[in-house]
C-alpha cells in the first residue's frame, strides 16, 4: 500500500474487519458507504506521506511538565447507588451491573 | 447585556439575579424553536438558582460572574441535569457529578440556564451531526452555525445567554463563534480543568467561553483557569488578571501572518483580515510575514491523531454502566444475544454516522501494521507543526489569520462529504495539535447581495502557550476600533 504512495482503497471485507475490532455492528449499505469514505479520507490523508519525518519524535500530549506527586489518599468517591443508576441493567439490591450471558 | 453588564448590575442592585434570568429564559423560549441552540433548558432549576443568589446578595457581592446566565454546551457534565453529548447513546444520561468548569461558574455566581446542542460527541464542523438536528445560524437560518459548539456560539449569537461554554477538540469553540459572529476563545492545553468534559480526543480537547465582548472572554477564563486535583493534565502556573491586561495597547506587537496558507480562500474572507491588520497597525502593531511550512498538513494530521483518540475514548459506549443499550429483541435482530452482540448493537444503534467513521478511521489507524504508517507518521508530523510555532514566536507575539477559509455554507452542502467537512477546519486544528491558545473575533461581514444574508467573518488570533493575556490584549485592542461585536441579527426583535 505504501510502496506505491496511495492507498489501494478499502475492501468490504476489510471494512467489516475494521467494524468487529470497534464492536460497531454494521448493515449492508454502511459497510458500502464506509468503504467508500474511508477510503477517500485516507487517500486525503496520504499527503502526510509526503513529510520527512527522518529522526522527528513522535508527539503524543503537549503537557510540559506533568503534576508532581501527590500523597495517596483515600477520598470520597460516588456511591454505589449513584455509580449505579445510570446503568440500562443494574441489580440494584446486589449492587452489580447486569449483561446478558458470557459464559455457557 | 455583557457579562460585565449583568454582574455590575446585580452585584449593585440595579437588576435582580432573578429579573435577568427571567428576561433570558423569555428570549430562549422566544427564539429557540427557531435556533434549535438548546438541547435541555432548566428553567426551574436556574429561576430558584437567580433567587438564590438574590436573597442572599451579600455573599455574592464579590462574585466575577454575580446572576450571569450561562449556556453550558450539553458534553460537559452537570449533575443532576441530562447531558447527551447530542448523541442517541447519552440521550438519557444524568451524570452524578459536575465538570469542574460547571463548578467554577456556578462557584463565581453564575446561573446555569441549559444544555446547548452541539456535534455529537464534539464530532463535526456544522452542527449537523447532532441526534437532535441542526442548530441555526442566527445570522441566517438556512446556514450552518459552525461546529461543534454551534449552539453555543448561536445562544450568544443571539443573546438567548451572554457567556456559553463550548469545547475544542479541532477549532469547535473558534470557527461557530467566528461563523455566529461572536467572541470564542480556546485556552492553552491545561489552562482549564477538562474534568466532567465528555472526551472526544483527550490530547487536544480544551474547555472555553464564547461571549459577545472579549472582555467578557478575560472575565471568564479568570474564573475557568487553573490546576485541578481530578485533571492531572491541568497546569499548575500562576492564573493572571486577564482582564487587567486589556490595556488597549499594542505599540510594538509583533503579529505573525502565514501568508502562503492563506492563498486560495473565500476573497471577502480575505478582505476582512486584511482590514483587521489595517486596523491594529493603526494602533502601532507591526505586521509581518512568517513561515509555517507544516501547517498545510495540519488537517490530515488531526484527523489521523484524533479519529485515533475518539475510538479509545468511545471504546467506554458499550452499554453496561450508562446510557443507552440495545434491546435483545429490536427489530430484524434475531438471533443469539451475547455480550459482543450486545455491544455491537448497542453502538450500532447509539452512535451517529460521524461518530461511527471515526471509530472505524481510529480503530484502523492504530491496527497492527498501520500504526507506523499513519498514526506514528501524524505524531511526527505533530512535533513538526508544533516546531513551525515555536519558531514563530521566538519572533512574533501573535499569529493573525482567519478562523474560517469561507463564512458559513448552507445546511446539508457539505454533509455528503467527510473531506470537504474537515477542509472547513484548516486554520483552526493547528492551535491543538501545539497546545496553544488561539481567539475568533469578529472582524466583517460578507457583502453579497442581498443584505439580510450578511454573514460573520472571524479573525483567528494564535498566541504563546500559557500566553492568553497577550491574546485578549490584542483581540480587545482590535475589538476597540470596530463595530462588528455590537452587531445583532436580524432575527432578534429591535426594541
Not at chain 1, 60 to 89: N, Q, T, Y
Not at chain 2, 107 to 132: L, Q, R, W, Y
Not at chain 2, 266 to 293: F, H, N, Q, T, Y
Not at chain 2, 368 to 387: E, N, P, S
Request: charged letters at 20%; aromatic letters at 6%.
Amino acid at each position: 500500500m505504501l510502496a506505491s504512495g496511495m492507498p489501494a482503497g478499502f475492501t468490504r471485507d476489510q471494512i467489516a474487519n475494521i467494524a468487529a475490532l470497534a464492536n460497531l455492528e454494521l448493515d449492508a449499505s454502511e459497510t458500502d458507504l464506509f468503504t467508500r469514505q474511508l477510503g477517500d479520507i485516507l487517500a486525503y490523508a496520504e499527503v502526510v506521506q509526503q513529510i520527512d519525518t527522518t529522526g522527528v519524535p513522535p508527539t503524543a500530549s503537549v503537557v510540559a511538565r506533568h503534576a508532581a506527586d501527590r500523597p495517596d489518599e483515600i477520598l470520597p468517591s460516588l456511591d454505589r447507588d449513584e455509580a449505579l443508576a445510570g446503568a440500562p441493567d443494574a441489580a440494584l439490591d446486589a449492587g452489580f451491573f447486569r449483561v446478558p450471558r458470557v459464559i455457557g | 447585556m455583557t457579562i460585565r453588564e449583568v454582574r455590575d448590575a446585580v452585584r449593585s442592585g440595579a437588576r435582580s439575579a432573578a429579573e435577568v434570568c427571567g428576561d433570558v429564559l423569555a428570549r430562549i423560549e422566544t427564539l429557540n424553536p427557531q435556533l434549535n441552540a438548546f438541547n435541555t433548558v432548566v428553567a426551574d432549576r436556574a429561576m430558584a438558582r437567580a433567587e438564590e443568589i438574590d436573597r442572599d446578595r451579600d455573599r455574592w457581592r464579590h462574585a466575577p460572574l454575580a446572576g450571569v446566565p450561562v449556556a453550558v454546551k450539553d458534553n460537559l457534565c452537570t449533575r443532576g441535569v441530562r447531558t447527551t453529548a447530542s448523541s442517541r447513546m447519552l440521550e438519557h444520561y444524568v451524570p452524578p457529578y459536575d465538570a469542574t468548569v460547571v463548578a467554577r461558574l456556578e462557584g463565581a455566581g453564575a446561573v446555569i440556564v441549559g444544555k446547548t446542542n452541539c456535534d455529537e460527541f464534539a464530532m463535526g464542523s456544522s452542527n449537523e451531526n447532532s441526534a437532535f438536528g441542526p442548530v441555526r445560524n442566527p445570522w441566517a437560518l438556512d446556514r450552518i452555525p459552525g461546529g461543534t459548539s454551534g449552539g453555543s456560539a448561536a445562544a450568544v449569537a443571539a443573546r438567548l445567554a451572554p457567556l456559553a461554554l463550548g469545547s475544542d477538540t479541532g477549532g469547535s469553540i473558534r470557527q461557530p463563534a467566528a461563523l455566529c459572529g461572536v467572541v470564542g476563545l480556546k485556552p492553552t492545553y491545561g489552562r482549564v480543568s477538562r474534568y466532567g468534559l465528555i472526551a472526544h480526543a483527550s490530547s487536544l480537547d480544551q474547555v472555553g467561553p464564547l461571549s459577545s465582548t472579549v472582555h467578557d472572554a478575560a472575565l471568564t477564563l479568570g474564573v475557568l483557569a487553573g490546576a485541578d486535583p481530578c485533571d492531572a493534565t491541568s497546569a499548575a502556573e500562576a492564573v493572571p488578571d486577564y482582564t487587567a491586561a486589556l490595556t488597549g495597547d499594542v505599540r510594538g506587537t509583533r503579529i505573525g501572518v502565514p501568508r502562503a496558507l492563506l492563498e486560495g480562500i473565500d476573497a471577502e474572507v480575505s478582505r476582512a483580515i486584511d482590514a483587521a491588520l489595517e486596523v491594529l497597525k493603526a494602533r502601532g502593531a507591526a505586521v509581518v510575514d512568517i513561515d509555517l511550512p507544516h501547517a498545510k498538513y495540519a488537517t490530515p494530521v488531526y484527523y489521523l491523531v484524533s479519529t485515533a483518540e475518539a475510538s479509545s475514548n468511545l471504546a467506554r459506549y458499550d452499554g453496561v454502566r450508562y446510557g443507552f443499550r440495545a434491546p435483545a429483541d429490536g427489530p430484524g435482530k434475531a438471533g443469539h444475544y451475547d455480550l459482543r452482540a450486545m455491544y455491537s448493537r448497542t453502538r450500532a444503534q447509539g452512535f451517529g454516522p460521524e461518530v461511527k467513521r471515526r471509530i472505524m478511521l481510529g480503530t484502523y489507524v492504530l491496527s497492527a501494521g498501520y500504526y507506523d504508517a499513519y498514526y506514528l507518521k501524524a505524531q511526527q508530523a505533530r512535533t513538526l507543526i508544533l516546531r513551525d510555532y515555536d519558531r514563530a514566536f521566538a519572533d512574533v507575539d501573535v499569529v493573525a489569520m482567519p478562523t474560517s477559509p469561507t463564512p458559513a455554507v448552507r445546511l446539508g452542502e457539505r454533509v455528503s462529504d467527510p473531506v470537504q467537512m474537515y477542509l472547513m477546519d484548516i486554520f483552526t486544528v493547528s492551535a491543538n495539535l501545539s497546545g496553544l491558545p488561539a481567539i475568533s473575533v469578529p472582524c466583517g461581514f460578507t457583502r453579497a447581495a442581498p443584505a439580510a444574508t450578511d454573514l460573520p467573518i472571524g479573525m483567528q488570533l494564535m498566541g504563546r502557550r500559557f500566553d492568553e493575556a497577550t491574546l485578549l490584549r490584542v483581540a480587545d485592542a482590535y475589538e476597540r476600533d470596530t463595530e462588528w461585536s455590537k452587531q445583532l441579527p436580524p432575527l432578534i426583535p429591535s426594541r
